[in-house]
Nanobody, 119 residues
Framework: QVQMVEAGGGLVQAGGSLRLSCTAS????????MGWHRQAPGNQRELVAQ???????NYADSVKGRFTISRDNAKNTVYLQMNNLKPDDTAVYFC?????????????WGQGTQVTVSS
């Protein structure tokens, strides 16, 4: 089994910064991609950013130029640096990985971490 453990999040004023991290652990053969999604109250979960094994990055239009995703392959860890945060960024942020284990590839999710941006 694979576990995704998130850290970071919290309360910050508009214009501030936060850094999220997520580490995958367990019986991992390879990691195809890791990324972050978010879900605000009353909204569907949406992709924020993801990074594939080759290093290619993908961002939601709403966060381009403000958020940066990075990955430490040796630590099976993905980071999300969030700058110039806005109240609209308030949501629960979920780490996601598409990971190969003994039974093949599967989608794995973290438990979620709250990010609250005050105006």
């Amino acid at each position: 089994q694979v576990q995704m453990v998130e850290a970071g999040g919290g309360l910050v004023q508009a214009g501030g910064s936060l850094r999220l991290s997520c580490t995958a652990s367990g019986r991992i053969f390879s990691i195809n991609l890791m990324g972050w999604h978010r879900q605000a109250p009353g909204n569907q979960r949406e992709l924020v950013a993801q990074i594939v094994s080759g290093g290619s990055e993908n961002y939601a239009d709403s966060v381009k130029g403000r958020f940066t995703i990075s990955r430490d392959n040796a630590k099976n860890t993905v980071y999300l640096q969030m700058n110039n945060l806005k109240p609209d960024d308030t949501a629960v942020y979920f780490c996601h990985g598409y990971i190969q284990g003994p039974a093949g590839f599967g989608h794995y999710w973290g438990q979620g971490t709250q990010v609250t941006v005050s105006s």
